[in-house]
């Protein structure tokens, strides 16, 4: 409960930002800062990625869609509309991304972080062989 009353206060407090990132995004966009525009564009696909099509906070639209291309209509509406823009693009995105979505499962960062409740500490005891190595 702790954690999602932390994360509904503070997407109240980022809606406003996020609508200010939005306006900064046409902004740089006609100014020619392309690559600040990517990097928000970027973030929004992910945020969208996670809030509406529930994948990984970490992983693009794209990468998800070509993860679920077998399991869900919606992934393959998505390949069908990229693939407009850019042959094989879902694929190309999931080849770059899927490396950071096993790293982030594997090290488990996905894992709540607010509220959680620790673990008793696990007492460990020297091994015997450890310390005759140490004598030698």
């Not at 960062?109 to 460990?124: A, E, F, M, V, Y």
Request: aromatic fraction near 10%; glycine fraction near 6%; proline fraction near 3%.
């Amino acid at each position: 409960m702790k954690e999602f009353l932390t994360g509904l206060a503070l997407s109240l407090i980022l809606l406003p930002l996020a609508f200010l990132g939005l306006i900064l995004l046409v902004f740089f966009g006609f100014s020619g800062r392309i690559g600040r525009v990517r990097a928000g564009v970027r973030a929004l696909d992910h945020f969208v990625n996670a809030s509406v099509f529930n994948g990984y906070s970490w992983e693009s639209i794209s990468s998800h869609a070509w993860r679920e291309r077998e399991n869900k209509r919606w992934a393959r509406i998505v390949i069908r509309f990229a693939d407009l823009f850019q042959r094989n693009h879902c694929q190309r995105a999931n080849k770059r991304e899927q490396h950071v979505v096993d790293l982030v499962l594997k090290k488990k960062l996905h894992d709540q972080t607010i509220g959680r409740k620790k673990s008793p500490p696990t007492l460990t005891v020297p091994s015997l062989s450890n310390s005759v190595e140490k004598l030698h």
